[in-house]
């Protein structure tokens, strides 16, 4: 009997050494699936912040090429605006030019001067070509004249 207690030990002891290198074998798995899980999540974590970083950049470049754009478009509504106020001026030196000059062309007109003449001269020059008061009168406003010099024109014209 003592040969097969004998026996029931040493098969015992195996049987706990077995225990114990599965359960170390067991362990080792675990934790080495702890440390993949922890490289997975760590490689998660770095692809989301590669992400992050990659969509901050772009929303900066993408607002750069709108600034840029922004003021491209500033720059040209000042060309435009600088352009319409230099036309504007010259158009108000050109009226301020042609209302003196219809000022004296008015005056000359009334007293026989020459500017009043060569309107007279015109307006019966188109009236000879078959042409009607207002089409005179027309020609006359797109020349500068007032209404009221086209009206004292017409009327020395039909006298």
Known sequence: MFFRSGYNIVSGTRAYEADRAD????QQMQEKQRQDSLTQQRYEN????????DA????AFN???TSEKLNI???EWALKQSNAQAKASR???NAAAKSSGKASG???G?????AGTNALKGTTLLRSRGKSDTSIANALQKEGYTTSEIAKILQQMNQ
């Open 23 to 26: 359960t170390a074998w067991n």
């Open 46 to 53: 770095e692809a989301s912040e590669r992400a992050y970083q």
């Open 56 to 59: 901050l950049k772009q929303q």
């Open 63 to 65: 607002n750069s090429v």
């Open 73 to 75: 478009a500033k720059g």
């Open 91 to 93: 158009a108000a030196g």
């Open 106 to 108: 008015s005056a000359a």
């Open 110 to 114: 009334t007293t026989g001067g020459t």
